[in-house]
T-cell receptor
Framework: GAVVSQHPSRVICKSGTSVKIECRSL??????MFWYRQFPKQSLMLMAT?????????EQGVEKDKFLINHASLTLSTLTVTSAHPEDSSFYIC?????????????FGPGTRLTVL | GQQLNQSPQSMFIQEGEDVSMNCTSS?????WLWYKQDPGEGPVLLIA?????ELTSNGRLTAQFGITRKDSFLNISASIPSDVGIYFC????????????FGKGMKLTVNP
């Protein structure tokens, strides 16, 4: 149990285009999902907290108009990188919070490697 | 903000050896989680700890939630080549926040 999928796993796009990344909790419901960005040889950097049915909460320094987050259901959150630029190239990872039964654990998706040319 | 100090930053061991890593903080945490990340993949949850003093095992892995709530350790016994990867500690600070604070990771290399 507690499986999180992410799609696509890898995307290459031209500068100026928008890219949508999907995060799904496959076998549990997640009222809260998180989006992280990870640079090579570094730890995970939280970008935003995605809450089902409400606006996402962004971390300081993360542009909400550039990184659009939608959490339309208890099993799906999407991150759209708008007008992508080469500096947006990174490894993006989502996680879903499993809070049933007294648990407070985050399960991560496999990540999406974004390359902006 | 709260920080987790994870040590060591890297380790090189021989297959079959045991390895220990820990995380410390200057402030208390309500939960401690240990993750392993393989290259190009998302982190995988290894062990979750919820109570001070709690000692939990998962196969060859053992982790403990420190009594002071300011530290945790993870032990791997009889290491095998597939243990290679980056191990992260993470925790929930008090206050009800769902956000995790992460350590900087420990890169483990296992020589066959």
């Amino acid at each position: 149990g507690a499986v999180v999928s992410q799609h696509p796993s890898r995307v290459i796009c031209k500068s100026g285009t928008s890219v949508k990344i999907e995060c799904r909790s496959l076998d549990f419901q997640a009222t809260t999902m998180f989006w992280y960005r990870q640079f090579p040889k570094q730890s995970l950097m939280l970008m935003a907290t995605s809450n089902e049915g409400s606006k996402a909460t962004y971390e300081q320094g993360v542009e909400k108009d550039k990184f659009l987050i939608n959490h339309a259901s208890l099993t799906l959150s999407t991150l759209t990188v708008t007008s992508a630029h080469p500096e947006d190239s990174s490894f993006y990872i989502c996680s879903a919070r499993h809070g049933a039964g007294g648990r407070n654990e985050q399960f991560f998706g496999p990540g999406t490697r974004l390359t902006v040319l | 903000g709260q920080q987790l100090n994870q040590s060591p930053q890297s380790m090189f061991i021989q297959e079959g050896e045991d390895v220990s890593m820990n995380c410390t903080s200057s402030s208390i945490f309500n939960t401690w989680l240990w993750y392993k990340q393989d290259p190009g993949e998302g982190p995988v949850l290894l062990i979750a700890l919820y109570k001070a003093g709690e000692l939990t095992s998962n196969g060859r892995l053992t982790a403990q939630f420190g009594i002071t709530r300011k530290d945790s350790f993870l032990n791997i016994s009889a290491s095998i080549p597939s243990d290679v990867g980056i191990y992260f500690c993470a925790g929930h600070p008090p206050g009800g926040s769902e956000k995790l604070v992460f350590g900087k990771g420990m890169k483990l290399t296992v020589n066959p």
